[in-house]
């Protein structure tokens, strides 16, 4: 394995050779992808939010998410969610992210998952890089536009809540912050106390503005946040009262499952891509599938930048991201293109070896 910076032939560079050629095969770990993206969190979020408008005009690919299950893990899934984007970094590739739940106990994360970069001209991959970190970064990219988005024309959310204490909490919350939010207080709930404690404890370490509950009652939790994160493992609907929701709050419900249909059927939805989002039993999903008919969305994420849809201020607003995969080309391939021209690409020497067709 070589460290070396290829320019001229870096996938989606502006100057092309006449003839297609194979691009060198590269493996980018997780603290390089960590390096590249700590700290970067506007400009990580104007790459989601130009992805988000590339989809919306048409100029991406993403067909439906395949799932993995399995007989004797329930609980456990893989997810493989290929993709093309579009525009002038035009990538093709997919994501492989597996969920095993079970991990906690154990103390390791939940998630893990690579991403695999493909060349638009050739088709070969081009990269493969550790991408739970780049999942995490485009989800918190994604909740952080959308809690800018959708809580204009209200009051400004200051008190933050969370339902679900784990990494991609942590992750939005960075997101949030490194976007320019700050918050009077932060609510914190998880069916478990110990990453209750421990999402606390991280909180105070990290110099949060604000003071830091933790409640034992999810309802309570909601009824003092007014911009919401639902970021758990729920596999099924758990919150199903609307009044908990009367005072109006902007809803990130980045885990999809947490809410019932009677909760979506009193406030404003908006999603990421409709045809997503209403698949695989989430609540956007099973609401569909009791009313009949998808007249509870008010559009999408890109409706709503675009301006072609207006968020009423008088209903709480729930954001539903499906998550796309396009969001991970779009980071992943900034994430590459940063590696790359720091000279510090780390390419595996002829890993594609039968390169002529007759030998």
Known sequence: MTSVHHPA?????????CAPTVPPFAVIPGVQVKQVLEGREKTVTEVVEKTYRLHGAGRSVNPPSSFLRFTDRPTARI??????????????????????PANVASDI????????????????????????????ARTAASAASAA??????????????????GLIARYIHTYLEGTGWSFDAIGVHDVSADSAA????????????????????????????????????????????PSWFHHNPVLLHVSLRDLAPRVLLSATNVVDDIDHCLRADTSPHLTERLTGGRDFLLGTLDDVMAGRVTVPADRPVIFSPFGLGVLDLAVGKFVYDE??????LHVIDDFFHELRRHG
């Open 79 to 100: 997810i493989a969610l290929p993709a093309s984007l579009g525009g002038e970094n035009h990538v093709d590739g997919l994501k492989w992210i597996s969920s095993f």
């Open 109 to 136: 994360p939940r998630a893990s998952a690579v991403l695999v970069l493909n060349d638009h001209d050739t088709g070969y991959p081009f990269a493969c890089m550790e991408s739970s970190i780049i999942s995490a």
């Open 9 to 17: 032939t870096a996938p989606g560079a502006t100057a092309r050779p």
């Open 148 to 165: 800018n988005r959708l809580s204009r024309g209200r009051p400004r959310p200051t008190r933050l809540g969370f339902v679900g204490a």
């Open 198 to 241: 421990g999402f606390r404890t991280y909180l105070e370490q990290s110099g949060a503005v604000g003071r830091v509950t933790v409640h034992h009652d999810a309802g309570e939790l909601v009824r003092n946040s007014d911009l919401i994160v639902f970021a758990t493992v729920a596999d099924r609907p758990h919150i199903d009262d």
């Open 339 to 344: 590696v790359a021209g720091s000279g510090e």
